[in-house]
């Protein structure tokens, strides 16, 4: 019996009690929230549901509590329920039940855990985006990270989900970048607002084996010419580094195709039809304070040129017009402003603001005994995906991205992430991996397997504990993608995996030693031991991270 199992119990149960008191059912939460008590000592699992309805049915809550105490005990696979406080309710399953979670693992195997809360759901999900001129940093690493397991997990929910690429290929950016690699060909310093590091002399050596003749264009060909071969350039660069790191994406969407289809000239056309578009000072705003941004934005400009902003605009409608119910934006510290735009953008064009989904991601530091790393060996000035995969590997590396909260900056130990100990929370979790993968090894050399096993016999307090982190999987899963946390799955992961290595090191023999022969409690360790391997390789896939046989 999963922790949902047991949740739906508890619904049907109460509702059955409250009617036969003639009392009103319908005050029943849809999912009734069941949690393992802090204390293992208090029961298997706890509920408050007495407490959270005792007074819309005009009930006193420890004597709800007793009632449903006495109903629960009655049914089979609950071995206690207990009232305590002022009526929360404490119960212990069945070893026969809590075992069935083993059986639902290895018999759903990769399935396990997944749901359908999302089910039908078509989200399209931006992320990294860099632009085109220069290395990914450790900014747009995290979010590599962090987007690729949000993709996975909300997929488990059953979401179809799109992972997008934002090609920044207009604008002023592009134009700085160009003129940085004319400046590299001819040895010339680097423009004051150009691009700097090693990389910028590569590509316009490149640019120059392609096209010999460059410099001697005249100079809005020769302009062109860098910026077209070196966008591309740096752009196959990029991708090539999300490939290795493991994340690849669906679509690659041409900021530049907006401007050429017409597509933003339309949308600013839709908007001045409205009236949610309108002129002041020879410019063109948004009346986005209308609907909630903090200020009205320009979206055409003096001079007649779009701001950043038109192109977002467009980017939505088309997003919106390909079919998706909810648009993910994962966006870098310093774009908290854009929540209110992209927001009010949707509602300008009446569309429901709740469409847009922005997340903000903090900043990451890489540290080297104890001293911030600030000088990157292609890129120059910043960090970038290479440099932390390099350092650290892309186990480590996103493993470290994906675990903490992105609502928070982090720093990356690279003393810490490279080390073989427990302390290093990826290699603690690959480990008990490998370790139950050496198990099965062994089983399979003295032909033991898990099938049929007596999981009633799993009775230790470390068995039980190890079973019920078993049975959470499947919250977690729910938790982090309705969220949008994928941390919630590496933080689980870690606890499971310390569930694990308490459980063998509790001394209880899994496999018969010497001419012993085997007995039903091997069987039924044996499918424990199977049971969390399979959790631990579920979560690991989701997180991009390898689930090793050996180390």
Same mark, same amino acid.
């Given at each position: 019996m999963t922790p949902a199992d047991l949740a739906e119990l508890l619904r049907g149960t109460a509702a059955a009690v409250l009617a036969d008191r003639g009392l009103d059912a319908s005050v029943l939460p849809q999912k009734l929230t069941v949690e393992r008590p802090r204390n293992p000592e208090h029961g298997d699992y706890a509920t408050n549901i007495a407490m959270q309805v005792a007074k819309k049915v005009g009930a006193n809550p420890r004597e709800l509590a007793t009632w449903l105490a006495e109903a629960l005990t009655a049914v089979d696979g609950i071995d206690s329920a207990e009232i305590a406080g002022p009526g929360f309710l404490n119960i212990r399953l069945g070893a026969d039940a809590q075992g069935a979670i083993v059986a639902k693992i290895l018999t759903e195997g990769e399935q396990f855990g997944r749901g359908d809360t999302l089910a039908e759901k078509k989200i399209n999900l931006e992320f990294v985006s860099a632009n085109p001129t220069g290395p990914i940093h450790l900014g747009g690493t995290r979010w590599a990270a962090v987007g690729d397991a949000l993709g996975r997990i909300l997929t488990t929910q059953g979401a179809a989900v799109t992972r997008e690429y934002y090609f920044n290929d207009h604008?002023?950016?592009?134009?700085?970048?160009?003129?940085?690699?004319?400046?590299?060909?001819?040895?010339?310093?680097?423009?004051?607002?150009?691009?700097?590091?090693?990389?910028?002399?590569?590509? +316009?050596?490149?640019?120059?084996?392609?096209? !010999? *003749?460059?410099? /001697?264009?005249?100079?809005?060909?020769?302009?062109?010419?860098? $910026?077209?071969?070196?966008v591309d350039l740096m752009f196959a660069h990029i991708k090539r580094t999300l490939h290795e790191f493991g994340v690849d994406f669906d679509v690659y969407f041409h900021e530049n195709s907006l401007f050429e289809s017409g597509a933003v000239e339309k949308a600013v056309e839709e908007l001045k039809s409205s009236g949610n578009l309108y002129q002041e000072d020879s410019a063109w705003w948004l009346r986005s304070s209308d609907f909630g941004d903090d200020k009205d934005r320009v979206v055409i400009k003096r001079d007649g040129h779009a701001a950043y902003i038109a192109g977002d605009i467009a980017y939505f409608q088309d997003k919106r017009s390909r079919g998706f119910d909810l648009c993910i934006y994962m966006l870098g510290a310093d774009?908290?402003?854009?929540?209110?735009?992209?927001?009010? +953008?949707?509602?300008?064009?009446?569309?429901? !603001? *709740?469409?847009? /989904?922005?997340?903000?991601?903090?900043?990451?530091?890489?540290? $080297?005994?104890?001293?911030?790393?600030?000088?990157?060996?292609?890129?120059?000035?910043?960090?970038?995906?290479?440099?932390?995969?390099?350092?650290?590997?892309?186990?480590?590396?996103?493993?470290?991205?994906?675990?903490?909260?992105?609502?928070?900056?982090i720093d990356i130990d690279l003393e810490l992430w490279t080390s073989t100990g427990n302390e290093n929370p990826v290699y603690y979790v690959q480990y008990a991996h490998a370790r139950l993968a050496s198990i099965a090894r062994n089983a399979a050399d003295l032909g033991i397997s898990a099938d049929n096993p007596d999981l009633s016999l799993l009775v230790s307090p470390q068995e039980g504990d190890l079973i019920r982190t078993l049975g959470e999987y499947t919250r977690v899963l729910s938790s982090a993608a309705n969220l949008r946390e994928p941390h919630r799955v590496a933080r689980y992961l870690e606890e499971l995996a310390g569930a694990y290595h308490r459980f063998y090191g509790a001394g209880r023999r899994i496999l018969p030693q010497g001419d012993e022969d085997p007995a039903p409690?091997?069987?039924?360790?044996?499918?424990?031991?199977?049971?969390?391997?399979?959790?631990?390789?579920?979560?690991?896939?989701?997180?991009?991270?390898?689930?090793?046989?050996?180390?």
């Open positions: 604008g002023a950016q592009i134009d700085r970048f160009s003129r940085s690699l004319i400046a590299a060909a001819k040895g010339e310093p680097v423009p004051t607002d150009g691009y700097a590091g090693a990389y910028i002399a590569d590509i +316009a050596s490149e640019v120059l084996r392609q096209r !010999p *003749d460059a410099l /001697e264009l005249p100079t809005t060909d020769q302009q062109e010419v860098f $910026r077209s071969i070196g774009h908290h402003g854009y929540i209110g735009r992209l927001k009010a +953008a949707a509602a300008a064009f009446g569309d429901d !603001p *709740d469409t847009v /989904e922005v997340l903000i991601g903090q900043m990451v530091n890489l540290v $080297r005994d104890g001293v911030p790393v600030k000088m990157s060996k292609r890129a120059g000035t910043v960090i970038t995906l290479d440099d932390l995969v390099e350092a650290i590997g892309v186990d480590a590396a996103r493993y470290a991205l994906i675990r903490s909260s992105v609502d928070s900056s409690i091997h069987t039924a360790r044996l499918a424990l031991c199977m049971a969390s391997r399979q959790v631990l390789a579920n979560g690991l896939a989701l997180l991009g991270v390898n689930a090793p046989e050996q180390m």
